[in-house]
């Protein structure tokens, strides 16, 4: 299934492996053919390709990490954002916990966009990276987020996730500073099987790579012929999880697939053709046959953790047992037990809850193969609190209009709004010593919001949609997908840019300061030129509302803004 090398390998025009006597040059000349090498050198302002000075395309940050970050860059004399800088809304967008706090961070980060030219995501209409996707991603681009799932490489954007500081220090134009990193090939062939999903060939690779630390600090090339068996979706999917896998950042070639999806999200001009030079030389591989991957799941407390489902339900009470007693081993203050031995019953493995939301589970394709699951297959009497949060409203909108929002709701799982809660515990929290089975990025120690110095513990296992809702209609059982018989359906995507056509700040802010220049100006010159002052701004206006109808959201590779510039 997943085979590593450690030592290098040669990979011709992304797709044959070809020994080093076929390659026909040096490491050193080789290593300079990767997409990587493209990228990185092509940001880099260092003029040394083995100490790098980045300065990204653009930037992210969500309502917990911007308020911190942008006050930061205020007291050290930031007078406006010098490069696209998103503020999205998806982590306390509920506004239930600690008073009016909540909305006063959004309502300052409003205040921001408007003062220094970002774009504001007002609350429940995307997370933080499927907006990224839809609207800011850019073949051969770099993205810095303030998040660690920050990750677009299967769009062609090389994105990093990092501590605020270092937005901060964007912000301040200066730089990224990094040495060169080695870059590692994914090399993927085959094509998965039904039943399987994003989340199952993520946590095998993740599985393979984590403990010895493989891919540590590296960055990961997608390259292979199986690329073009995976739909936009399905490689979303698997890149956003590649920070479980401690790699520094990840980058996909890009294909046809890759064209018609910046052509659907009305940004054509943002596709170019990725794919390494000739012979490209990698530090190591990661080799993966899809067809051989199988339904996983990563137990608590880690998305290393990982098992296929099936070993799970053959040795359920050995391998519960041995997490019960480390839990107790490594918490011998807490005088109640975790648990997980008493989910393994005479009929299997008992589930409590499912959950399927955020950047890795609620894209279009997870939920509209999760509802046909739902609706098509064999159902078993039970219940298991189900729910389902789609990634932007973009994707609620389309999955209204294809029916999986009624499916959903017919099968009593109610569809709630683009939120990130569930992946970090400010949404549905599952009760004490439950059983929680999530496609979300982390699993970690009370992530799922349980209060251990308050009585309180829950387990969350990593699983991909499909089998989440193959343990659902199995009336709460531990079941992988690919054990029942379900109508595998058509899911072709239909974006609708109004939907996620969000307050672009950044041209408002141009537009008022625009105002008041021409205010001073008539305050200098009198009032006989005013006329004149008026007919032309008219016409200025008429040329700036032209140029906000087309899409204001989008940087170009090559042409993207000097820093110091807004757009």
Not at 206 to 212: D, G, L, N, R
Not at 288 to 305: K, N, T, W, Y
Request: hydrophobic share 40%.
């Amino acid at each position: 299934m997943i085979r590593l090398v450690a030592e290098g390998v040669f990979i011709k025009d992304g797709l044959e492996i070809i020994n080093e006597k076929e390659s026909m040059s040096s490491k050193e000349v080789l290593r300079r053919n990767t997409i990587t090498y493209d990228i990185l050198s092509g940001h880099n302002t260092s003029g040394n390709d083995d100490q790098l000075a980045i300065r990204f395309d653009a930037m992210a940050s969500h309502d917990i990490t911007y308020v911190g970050i942008i006050q930061t860059a205020k007291a050290s004399g930031m007078k406006t954002f010098p490069i696209p800088y998103v503020l999205t809304n998806c982590h306390n967008s509920l506004c239930a916990v600690g008073g009016t706090i909540n909305e006063d961070d959004h309502i300052f980060g409003l205040a921001a966009a408007k003062k220094y030219g970002g774009i504001y995501v007002p609350a429940h209409h995307a997370v933080i990276h499927q907006y990224m996707r839809e609207e800011m991603a850019v073949c051969g681009g770099m993205i810095l987020g303030s998040d660690s799932h920050t990750r677009y490489g299967a769009l062609g954007t090389m994105a990093i996730g990092e501590g605020g500081p270092e937005l901060v220090k964007q912000l301040m134009k200066r730089t990224y500073d990094i040495a060169y990193p080695e870059v590692v090939a994914v090399y993927l062939e085959g094509k998965p099987r039904k039943g399987i999903g994003p989340q199952d060939v993520a946590l095998s690779i993740i599985k393979s790579v984590f403990e010895s630390g493989f891919v540590k600090n590296k960055v990961l090339e997608f390259v292979g012929p199986g690329i073009e068996n995976l739909t936009i979706d399905f490689r979303n999917g698997i890149d956003v999880m590649t920070t479980e896998t401690t790699c520094l950042s990840s980058i996909w070639c890009t294909d046809e697939k890759v064209k018609a999806f910046y052509n659907m999200v009305g940004r054509p001009d943002d596709y170019k053709h990725l794919k390494p030079r000739g012979t490209a030389y990698y530090d190591g591989m990661v080799h993966v046959d899809l067809s051989q991957v199988e339904a996983m799941i990563a137990l608590p407390f880690h998305p290393s953790h990982v098992y296929t489902i099936a070993e799970v339900k053959a040795n359920a009470k050995a391998i519960f047992s041995e997490i019960d007693s480390k839990f107790k081993k490594e918490n011998p203050h807490l005088n109640f037990e975790l648990g997980l031995s008493k989910k393994v019953t005479s009929q299997g493995v008992r589930v409590d809850q499912g959950i399927i939301a955020g950047c890795a589970g609620g894209t279009y394709e997870n939920i509209a193969k999760a509802a046909s699951i739902l609706t098509t297959a064999k159902k078993v009497p039970g219940f298991i609190s189900t729910s389902v949060y789609p990634a932007s409203e973009a994707i609620h909108y389309e999955l209204v209009k294809n029916g999986s929002t009624g499916k959903l709701i017919e099968a009593g799982i109610p569809m709630k709004t683009a939120f990130c809660g569930p992946c970090f515990g400010a949404g549905d929290v599952p009760s004490h010593q439950a059983l929680s089975v999530r496609h979300t990025t982390r699993n970690f120690p009370n992530r799922e919001g349980s209060k251990p110095s308050d009585g309180q513990i829950a387990s969350v296992a990593l699983m991909d949609a499909q089998s989440i809702a193959a343990t659902v209609v199995s009336g709460g059982l531990l079941t992988a997908a690919t054990d029942i018989d379900f109508e595998d359906v058509d899911v072709a995507y239909s974006f609708n840019p109004l939907l996620i056509k969000t307050r672009s700040i950044m041209d408002l802010a141009i537009l008022i300061q625009v105002w008041n220049w021409f205010m001073v100006l008539i305050s200098q010159i009198g009032h006989k030129s005013v006329h004149w002052l008026i007919m032309f701004f008219l016409r200025w206006h008429q040329s700036f509302m032209m140029m906000l109808q087309q899409p204001t959201n989008s940087y170009r590779q090559g042409t993207h803004h000097p820093i110091g510039q807004t757009r």
